[in-house]
């Protein structure tokens, strides 16, 4: 009998033990506000029992209730009992987007240029850095040189070029703070000019995919994930930008090791929209018009109500017409930390499969339905397994992309 009760006390320490590292763990990983529907309740689809519940006062817990537009607070249960973690609760009026799935160009002009390299100028007294000794890093953005705006590559290169070695002044901006650095040209041997030793850029064009038009004020998000500059990684840092249409004729089949890519042209010159927002959940703007014929509103999902298990993606694989295909979800996790990488879906049709190989390079803003809702994008391929790649949740694109509300409204005061 004493065996038996050593047996049960030992086990009760174990369970206990476990069920408090899982508090910990979860109230570590699970975000810290949750958006739901009005009329609604926030349910979890995951493996673990998890249950949301309104704090009501005195200790007290309720059903989610409410009018849309109210903020709550919310307690998470473990077996809806045990308290997990204290939320916060906005209740919202349902969206209605139209997913698109359409290819779309992007021709972007960054915020002042961008430092991409620094390199060695060769003078008469050796080899020098002139940027790297005036402190200019990679991703540094110039704004202006004494006092002169810099708008292209050209600019600074003429800056340059005519300092005739005299000091200048470059503003610049690190990370959203402007600082001013003094910087001195040399005297090139190689042909005679001064130089700074950058190496800068001042645009950047390509090819993605539209994932939503919003039918209530012509805005649109695409791509899932941030324009970032090739050499240094950067966000790059939008001054202004124009969406074009885009004609797919062709795919490269992605293979393991060697992802894939949508082939593709400009259809016109004549911009169908404007890019006003870069930023790590993908791009957005306004458009003149729909993208996708004949398509139909539906829900945009909160990230809690993603489930593993069928859906499908809207993408364009000829021409400017999307198809629907089936993918799995296999996996949800809304306690990621990554606003990128929210799910993990396998391409499961078998034309998707045969024609692409499965996910490619070009399908980044393509809209993942699931139970007749907008719940994500695809974002990223895995180099060594093209059937398989990470996707957004649809929340994170629209709620970050409010900036643009901002913004807009900036520009109009």
Same mark, same amino acid.
């Given at each position: ?34 958006y ?14 998890l ?13 989610? !209730? ?19 973690k ?67 590559n050209?600019? +600074? ?30 005297? !090139? ?10 190496? +800068? ?64 042209s400009?259809?016109?010159r004549?911009?169908?929209? !404007?890019?006003?927002?870069n ?21 945009l ?9 069928k ?11 999307p ?7 296999e ?6 930390t ?28 393509s ?47």
């Amino acid at each position: 009998m004493k065996k038996c009760i050593k047996i049960f006390t030992s086990l009760t320490a174990v369970v206990l033990t476990a069920l408090f590292g899982l508090t910990i763990y979860l109230d570590m990983t699970l975000p810290e506000t949750y958006y739901v529907v009005d009329g609604q309740t926030v349910s979890f689809h995951t493996q673990i029992p998890l249950e949301m519940k309104e704090e009501a006062g005195n200790g007290r817990t309720a059903a989610v !209730s409410g009018n849309a537009n109210a903020t709550k607070t919310g307690k998470i249960m473990l077996f809806g009992i045990i308290p997990v973690k204290s939320t916060h609760i906005d209740v919202v009026e349902e969206k209605m987007l139209i997913p698109c799935g359409t290819p779309f160009g992007i021709k972007m002009f960054t915020d002042g240029v961008l430092v991409v390299g620094v390199n060695e100028v060769i003078t008469d007294s050796g080899s020098k850095n002139p940027a790297k000794e005036a402190g200019i890093k990679l991703g540094d953005s110039i704004i202006s040189i004494d006092g002169t705006e810099m708008l292209s590559n050209e600019d +600074v290169g003429e800056a340059v070029s005519s300092s005739n070695g005299k000091t200048l002044k470059v503003c610049l901006k690190r990370d959203g703070t402007e600082m001013t650095v003094e910087l001195k040209p040399v005297l !090139s041997n190689s042909d005679g000019k001064y130089k700074a030793g950058i190496w +800068v850029r001042d645009s950047s064009a390509g090819i993605g995919t539209v994932t939503y038009y919003d039918p209530a004020n012509s805005c649109f998000g695409g791509l899932g994930h941030a324009i970032c500059d090739v050499d240094t990684g950067d966000i790059l840092p939008l001054m202004s930008g124009e969406v074009v249409d885009v004609n797919i004729n062709g795919v490269t089949k992605g293979q393991k090791g060697a992802p894939g890519e949508l082939r593709g042209s400009f259809v016109s010159r004549t911009a169908m929209g !404007s890019l006003l927002l870069n930023n790590e959940t993908g791009v957005f703007g306004v458009m003149d018009y729909c993208p996708a014929k004949n398509a139909k509103a539906m829900p945009l999902a909160m990230k809690q109500e993603v489930k593993t298990g069928k859906a499908t993606i809207l993408t364009t694989l000829d021409g400017q017409t999307p198809k629907e295909y089936e993918i799995r979800i296999e996996k949800a996790n809304i306690g990621s930390t990554n606003m990128t990488k929210n799910m993990v879906i396998e391409v499961t049709d078998p034309e998707l499969l045969e024609k692409a190989g499965g996910i490619v390079q070009g399908m980044s803003g393509s809209p993942i339905i699931q139970d007749g809702k907008l719940v994500g994008a695809v974002t990223h391929v895995l180099i060594n397994d093209p059937t398989k790649g990470y996707g957004i949740f649809a929340e994170n694109m629209y709620t970050f992309s409010k900036d643009l509300e901002s913004n807009e409204q900036n520009t109009a005061a």
